[in-house]
């Protein structure tokens, strides 16, 4: 069974962000609403759905072209368009009468042994089929997609007792491959695995506040990094989600849940909650929430409510001192004597005891319940390895102390841990007490199961080099946020070593890592040291290694593979300028933002990019369009925000590959580097045709107007003049062809002046100590 084509049912947020995300995939899709009453376009809803994906932020396509993949229509015109689609995704209304209404409308029309599934986050499997035919319930599952689709990697697969193998593998398949999620098999129980565990933590970190009298900075403060938690905490996430949608989800629950479930006794209703929903204060998406931006007086000042008045005040900037005091010991934390220990003792105890006495009601296995916290929720680990950052012993110690009844499945892992190593190989606890292997599927290859079974070839501060076998050497970085300096050169020129003529052991060379950001580019903390000091040659040193070690891995007799993910920004995306062949992750953000800062690509990003420019047969003849695009692009710092965009912005060609699963890229792009290898011969030098002066005082007079509308700061002007020397080619003639070797030193000579002025190292200073470009 081929999932080629497919519908989805219910343009409300949910079914128009699930069918945007099946464009994204290359997957034609109808999307199907009501028909308004008296609506003059029958299909309004779901037209007007399409529109507002369009504009919606942060968005919801790849590409805006991937908009032509939706055809919209509906429910009374259009239902026979389901006959030529393999998989329908139902997401309507959470109620059971209505969904059961249209089941049976739908029914007679499909097509026969097309997979049909609800995106429900609440209702059991088996109150959906109930009364629905039999080739019905043989092709029925609930696919749980986390909002917004494009960006949770969460996918909750469940199938009944009536469901088809067939069908379950290949929703599992398409979406695994195609759509990019981690899709874990759960149990047709109450919200499933992330809501049932995810609801229970919320309203215990809500109640814990309130009892503990902490403010909303001070819980988010503790139930945020420290736990592995993203920084918005539980009254960020409350605000960011929705604060109304949690009564919904309770309700659910309270509905389904088995008597005695320990969300029952945690249930509880908070007056000020309560108010806040009914006055609109709903969180980002109404008048505020817990926190909120008050614009009146024409500023902007960041509030936050207080939980004993419900007075909104000014936020705090707040560092617990049992946060300070731990740093990155969670059990510390835990054991901290003040009110923020106490609240961690409370969140974590009952949280993960809670999880614990889940596993096998809602899961087979461990893997399962941890997977699904950190894509659904996008915890940094899982409850059981939450548990084993704290020790099991002293977790179930920590139970005891709470009141709360060890679990089982903590019990058997008395005196072990959840997760360990054998031989190389990651186990997990199951729950008859034994270690299983943590299985990974068909064609998953992570960088970290590598590093579990193996030393690194070679290593230094900044960077590993390790075998992923069958002759390919992939190039780690590891430095904080992958940043780039000597050591990563020093690393690029091992691996030029070990790999020789690609003949021997080795035979090609992938560049990945599996950090949130593939690299931000170089170490602007080191840079600006060398600034304060004034070692003005080891700053063009650093800049002319690293323009010789791209180019040497260019020009090597090997294929060099990049395969980003997260972000690969300024001397991050240089290198993949640099590759033979780029295989990134759907999501990779890609840009040369240098000027930012006060300068400019100087490891060749210039160069390369106007090589792309001038390769284009589409743009205009004549040395001038390149140069204009290629300035435009770095000029303005442009960012592309997936994969697809960065091939418009020409920081990916055509010919690039594109991983939707992250968990697929390190294996994608072993396979393409190996498949290069087979007869592989270095690109050939480039030369260029530039338009010189005249070229030059056109670039600067169009950013002259752009100072003088207030478009473009004094700095600004001072950065593009330099980037129009060396992307015009200095003092060229378009009668003499340019070369790559006058290029850099072209960019050499333009960064060394720049790094020169005040006001790009008040740019430096001011990113790094903010994260924030300065506009000067």
């Not at 919801?60 to 368009?81: C, I, Q, S, W, Y």
Request: hydrophobic content about 45%; proline content about 6%.
């Amino acid at each position: 069974m081929e999932i080629q084509r497919a519908a989805v049912i219910g343009a409300g947020v949910m079914g128009s962000g699930i069918a945007a995300h099946l464009a994204n995939a290359g997957i034609p899709v109808v999307l199907l609403d009501i028909v308004p009453e008296g609506a003059e376009d029958r299909s309004s809803v779901a037209k007007a759905a399409v529109e507002r994906l369009l504009k919606a932020d942060p968005a919801p396509f790849m590409h805006r072209k991937n908009a032509r993949l939706v055809t919209p229509g509906n429910l009374e015109d259009d239902l026979h368009l389901l006959a030529e689609v393999d998989w329908i995704v139902e997401a309507v209304v959470e109620n059971p009468a209505v969904k059961a209404e249209l089941y049976r409308r739908i029914d007679p029309v499909r097509k026969a042994g097309s997979a049909v599934s609800s995106n429900t986050s609440t209702i059991p499997l088996a109150a959906l089929v109930q009364g629905q035919s039999e080739a019905f319930r043989r092709d029925f599952l609930i696919t749980h997609f986390f909002n917004p689709p494009r960006y949770m990697r969460l996918l909750e697969l469940v199938t009944g007792p009536d469901t088809r193998a067939e069908a379950a593998d290949a929703i599992a398949e398409v979406c695994d491959r195609r759509l990019g999620k981690g899709v874990v098999r759960c149990k047709d129980r109450p919200g499933f695995i992330a809501n049932r565990i995810g609801a229970f933590w919320i309203q215990a970190a809500i109640n814990a506040a309130f009892d503990l009298g902490l403010t909303v900075e001070e819980a988010d403060a503790v139930a945020g990094r420290p736990m592995g938690i993203p920084k918005t905490g539980v009254f960020g996430l409350m605000d960011l989600v929705g604060i109304d949608l949690m009564p919904h989800i309770s309700r659910s629950l309270l509905a389904t849940l088995p008597e005695g479930d320990a969300y029952r006794a945690a249930h509880r209703e908070q007056p000020l909650i309560a108010r806040m929903i009914a006055e609109g204060y709903t969180g980002r998406k109404g008048k505020g929430g817990f926190y909120r931006l008050n614009r009146e007086g024409g500023g902007k000042v960041k509030e936050a409510i207080d939980l004993a008045s419900g007075a909104y005040r000014p936020a705090e900037r707040v560092r617990p001192a049992g946060v300070e005091a731990a740093g990155k010991d969670l059990r510390a934390l835990a054991e901290h004597p003040d009110k923020t220990g106490r609240y961690a003792r409370t969140v974590l105890a009952q949280t993960l005891a809670y999880a614990a006495s889940l596993v096998p009601e809602i899961a087979d296995d461990i893997v399962a319940v941890d997977e699904a916290m950190r894509l659904g929720y996008n915890w940094k680990q899982g409850p059981f390895e939450l548990i084993d950052r704290l020790g099991a012993d002293w977790f179930a110690g920590l139970c005891a102390a709470e009141g709360i009844a060890v679990p089982a499945l903590v019990e058997r892992a008395a005196g072990r841990s959840f997760y360990r190593v054998a031989e190389g190989r990651l186990e997990h606890l199951t729950v008859d007490g034994a270690y299983a292997p943590v299985v990974r599927p068909d064609g998953v290859l992570l960088l970290s199961d590598v590093k579990r079974a193996a030393k690194p070839v070679w290593k230094n501060g900044s960077a590993s080099l390790w075998d992923i076998g069958d002759g390919v050497l992939c190039l780690e970085f590891t430095s904080k946020m992958n940043t780039l300096d000597s050591d990563t050169m020093a690393a690029y020129g091992k691996a030029m070593a070990l790999i020789g003529d690609g003949r021997g052991a080795w035979k090609a060379l992938v560049v990945h890592n599996e950090g949130d950001n593939f690299s931000v580019g170089a170490n602007l903390g080191l840079a600006l040291f060398a600034l304060n000091v004034a070692l003005w040659p080891q700053i063009e040193e650093m800049v002319e290694a690293g323009q010789r070690t791209y180019r040497a891995l260019k020009r090597a007799p090997f294929p060099v593979v990049a395969a980003p993910s997260g972000m690969a920004l300024g001397g991050g995306c240089e290198i993949l300028l640099h590759a033979d062949h780029v295989q990134a992750h759907a999501e990779t953000y890609i840009g040369l933002v240098e000027v930012g800062v006060g300068v400019i690509p100087a490891w060749g990003g210039c160069t390369e990019m106007l090589a792309r420019a001038s390769a284009d047969p589409r743009l205009p003849k004549g040395p001038m369009p390149a140069v204009a695009q290629a300035f435009e692009t770095i000029s303005l710092a442009k960012v592309a925000k997936s994969a697809a965009e960065a091939k418009d912005l020409k920081y990916l060609r055509p010919g690039d590959g594109v991983t939707m699963n992250r968990a697929r890229l390190l294996a994608d792009a072993k396979a393409k580097a190996l498949e290069l290898a087979e007869g592989y011969t270095p690109p050939e030098p480039v030369t260029y045709v530039l338009p010189g002066p005249a070229g030059r005082t056109s670039l600067d007079m169009a950013v002259e107007g752009f100072r003088l509308q207030g478009k473009a700061t004094p700095h600004d002007a001072v950065v593009c003049h330099a980037l129009a020397e060396v992307l015009t080619g200095g003092d060229a003639d378009p009668t003499r062809p340019v070369g790559e070797d006058e290029l850099l030193a072209l960019e050499r000579k333009a960064f060394m002046a720049l790094i020169h002025q005040p006001d790009t190292v008040d740019r430096i200073e001011h990113m790094l100590t903010t994260g924030k470009p300065l506009r000067n």
